[in-house]
């Protein structure tokens, strides 16, 4: 059943987080845009912000029977993700550390540019 509800997700770009851990997938209520979870064994789910509740093909019904804002809604909530943002947040550390490099490199450049041209002008 995993690879049902997690092709759902993608099928339709609705923003979802897999937690292996519980077997559940984190992904924004379709009626309140609060993290909800499905269990992708039962696929049911109940949000514990609007208690809404139903079964991945309440899911489908809703993507099918509402109109495309609604859908599109949903796809700009984004669903927090620890592993994402610490990768982020790495690759970030990375350029900002390669900038730092390619300054001092610049700058090291310059000097011996500025010390030949003064060089030349002798």
């Given at each position: 059943m995993n690879n049902v509800v997690l092709s759902f997700f993608k099928e339709y770009n609705?923003?979802?987080?897999m937690n292996r851990s519980d077997n559940t997938v984190s992904y924004p209520c379709f009626y309140c845009h609060e993290e909800t979870a499905i269990s992708v064994i039962r696929t049911r789910w109940k949000c514990s912000n609007c208690n809404q509740w139903g079964t991945l093909v309440h899911l489908i019904e809703f993507i099918k029977d509402n109109d495309h804002s609604a859908v599109e809604a949903i796809k700009q909530v984004?669903?927090?993700?620890?592993?994402?943002?610490?990768?982020?947040?790495?690759?970030?550390l990375a350029k900002i550390r390669n900038k730092e490099v390619a300054l001092e490199l610049q700058e090291k450049l310059s000097k011996i540019l500025d010390k030949r041209q003064k060089k030349r002008d002798l």
């Amino acid at each position: 059943m995993n690879n049902v509800v997690l092709s759902f997700f993608k099928e339709y770009n609705i923003p979802y987080k897999m937690n292996r851990s519980d077997n559940t997938v984190s992904y924004p209520c379709f009626y309140c845009h609060e993290e909800t979870a499905i269990s992708v064994i039962r696929t049911r789910w109940k949000c514990s912000n609007c208690n809404q509740w139903g079964t991945l093909v309440h899911l489908i019904e809703f993507i099918k029977d509402n109109d495309h804002s609604a859908v599109e809604a949903i796809k700009q909530v984004e669903i927090y993700d620890a592993k994402k943002e610490i990768e982020d947040i790495i690759k970030l550390l990375a350029k900002i550390r390669n900038k730092e490099v390619a300054l001092e490199l610049q700058e090291k450049l310059s000097k011996i540019l500025d010390k030949r041209q003064k060089k030349r002008d002798l």
